[in-house]
């Protein structure tokens, strides 16, 4: 028996492929153009938006796996001449596992097939080096999942693209939500996938993950006591990234499959699909095509339900969305900390059909959001803060016993203190808990990689990769041009107390007091020891000889340096770079935060 035809996710719908006979190469000459229209106009539609007259030739990133979904895909971008004018150009990313014997074989015969479609192919291999024998993992599916995202966002990166197509369809999307009904979802989980996302499992890697853009907030208020000169660039916020576009969701796979047959599109089929005992999916999409189910389970209910949920959920976060717009917020920038004023009449909600916890759990998810160092935004966490934060128009409490607590919440890694309480608004405060001692304890040690000389306009330099640290910031650091990289071993940690204490003691008056006012005018409290410290390995004299100790030579978040370091100033690294100095950057991590009236950054 021969393995299964194997290039692509080992099953992007879970579980890993069984071996079977290989899949056989199904296709038929065109004889109609009819059966493109609908699916190259909602094609065109869903591009739209990313094909602007003005700008550059887009360029977007296919998924393809050689079924028959990423197959019509291809063919239906290879088919698109015009969006707004510009013809896209797409590069098609085929993923080989390397988990069985032939696979690179398979891939390339994909990769002539996308030619034929005068598509570029890329096979991207995985590698699983870091992992051990994969055959021995048993979580291999979810280990599979996060290599192939890596590498699809790796790849896009590369070639400058923000865009990856897949090919999901209704089909997928009825699966999905009669899986989730199984798994015990209830309410907004059940409106399936989205037609759009972040790219997934990519966390920390500088543009992919909402980053690669940054841009100034307007409208940026000053600190009460300047430090720094006007040459120092102000704080950014990092947007960007690479995103997940599905185009076909509205389409059945019989309607793919017609296409492909109507305009002789090749793909390859895999019988491990088809495999009812293979995954609980297999199971599902074979009770689904059999329609054996009752009514109120069958593919129709399933995606009339999935178009209600999100048609619900849209409401409910274009209603967030308005009372987030009245809320006034300021956000440091330097510090992480937010002080938000909710107006007592908040919220009121128009419509019977929306429950208000389901927008003030989003519209408080939007606040966490901007300050938070974790990504666990899930609704029935945020059952306390919601009866922290809200109090009724008639009065009375949300919950009384939880407003009869200190006041003082916790949250996603934050702490939440109420504030002035009066008959117009509420004060709050959000600020990063302070760290555990196992957090103060971790370092993060920077690598400098060897830079070319177009990525800069300079000479060949050393630098660091861009690191998210703390969930919070992104920083980066330049070696000087004449020293080694590696002289001088920088690292990444929390401001601690005995690194603040050793700090204070390295300086002269003058040095004292200039720290003092930046630290009195930006952090106060604890606050200060929830900030990011570049640190540096000394050398310490005492009774026993030279002690190696971490020397702090930047708080990049405040806008400090030691001498020999300097923020990065706007214009780039100096032409003349003999000056000796070490130079790092800081920018905010992503928010959906846009300055208004309401909306003032300090920073």
């Known amino acids: 028996m021969s393995p299964s035809f194997q290039f692509g996710p080992i099953n992007r719908h879970r579980g890993r492929r069984a071996e079977g006979a290989i899949g056989r190469m199904l296709y038929s000459k065109a004889t ?90 890329r096979v991207l291999t995985l590698d699983w080096s870091q992992h051990g024998d994969p055959s021995t993992l048993r979580n291999l599916e979810s280990v599979a999942r996060r290599l192939r995202y890596q590498a699809l966002g790796t790849a896009c990166r590369e070639h400058d693209i923000k865009s990856l197509l897949v090919a999901h369809h209704a089909d997928d999307q009825a699966e999905t939500v009669l899986l989730r009904i199984l798994g015990g979802y209830l309410g907004f989980g059940l409106r399936g996938v989205r037609s759009d996302r972040p790219m997934p499992e990519c966390e920390g890697m500088y543009g992919i993950s909402r980053s690669g853009s940054p841009r100034h907030l307007t409208k940026h208020t000053s600190p009460p006591t300047t430090i720094t000169k006007s040459r120092t660039p102000r704080p950014q ?82 209603l967030a969305d308005q009372a987030f717009g009245q809320t006034r917020i300021t956000l440091d920038l330097r510090t992480g900390t937010a002080d938000i004023r909710i107006p007592t009449t908040f919220p009121s909600f128009p419509t019977a059909s929306t429950r208000a916890y389901d927008v003030q759990a989003v519209f408080v998810w939007r606040l966490i959001d901007l300050v938070t160092p974790t990504d666990d935004g899930s609704l029935q966490s945020l059952h306390d803060i919601i009866g922290f934060l809200f109090r009724d128009p008639a009065g009375n409490d949300l919950d009384e016993a939880l407003l009869a607590a200190p006041k003082t919440c916790l949250v996603a890694g934050l702490v939440v203190t109420r504030g002035e309480q ?45 690191f998210l640290w703390d969930k919070r910031y992104w920083l980066r650091l330049h070696a000087p041009k004449q020293h080694p990289p590696d002289e001088l071993a920088a690292q990444i940690q929390f ?109």
């Open 237 to 318: 916020v990092e947007g960007g990234g690479v995103s997940i576009l599905r185009p076909l969701l509205s389409f059945k796979k019989d309607q793919l499959v017609a296409y492909c047959r109507a305009t002789g599109v090749e793909w390859f089929e895999d019988s491990t699909n088809t495999d009812q005992t293979y995954t609980s999916r297999n199971t599902v999409r074979s009770l689904l095509q059999g329609n054996t189910l009752p009514m109120a389970l069958r593919e129709p209910r399933l995606l009339a339900l999935a178009s209600t949920h999100a048609e619900r959920k849209a409401h409910v976060e274009h």
């Open 32 to 121: 109609s153009s009819a059966t493109s229209g609908p699916l190259q106009k909602q094609l065109r539609n869903a591009l739209r938006p990313l094909c602007r007259a003005d700008g550059p030739r887009p360029q977007l990133g296919l998924a393809i796996s050689g079924g028959v979904d990423s197959m019509a895909l291809a063919g239906l971008c290879s088919e698109l001449t015009t969006v707004a004018g510009r013809r896209p150009s797409f590069i098609g990313f085929i993923v080989d596992h390397q988990l069985r014997k032939g696979s690179n074989e398979e891939a390339q015969s994909v990769a002539e097939k996308l030619r034929s479609l005068r598509i570029r192919p």
């Open 495 to 603: 401001l601690t107390r005995p690194l603040l204490t050793a700090l204070r003691q390295s300086m002269d008056g003058r040095q004292l007091k200039r720290l003092k006012r930046l630290l009195d005018a930006s952090s106060h409290g604890t606050t200060r020891f929830t900030l990011p410290a570049i640190t540096v390995r000394s050398a310490a004299a005492s009774p026993r000889g030279a002690v190696a100790s971490q020397q702090v030579v930047a708080l990049p978040t405040l806008g400090w340096s030691a001498e020999g370091w300097e923020q990065l100033p706007v214009t780039g690294l100096p032409e003349d770079r003999t000056s000796g100095k070490w130079y790092w950057e800081v920018r905010y991590k992503h928010i959906d935060f846009a300055v208004s009236d309401e909306h003032t950054v300090v920073g």
């Open 422 to 466: 009066t008959a117009e608004f509420s004060q709050f405060g959000m600020q990063r808990m302070p760290p555990y001692l196992a957090e103060t304890a971790c370092t993060h040690a920077l690598q400098y990689k060897p830079q070319r000389a177009g990525d800069s306009g300079h000479e060949r330099h050393h630098s660091t990769d861009w």
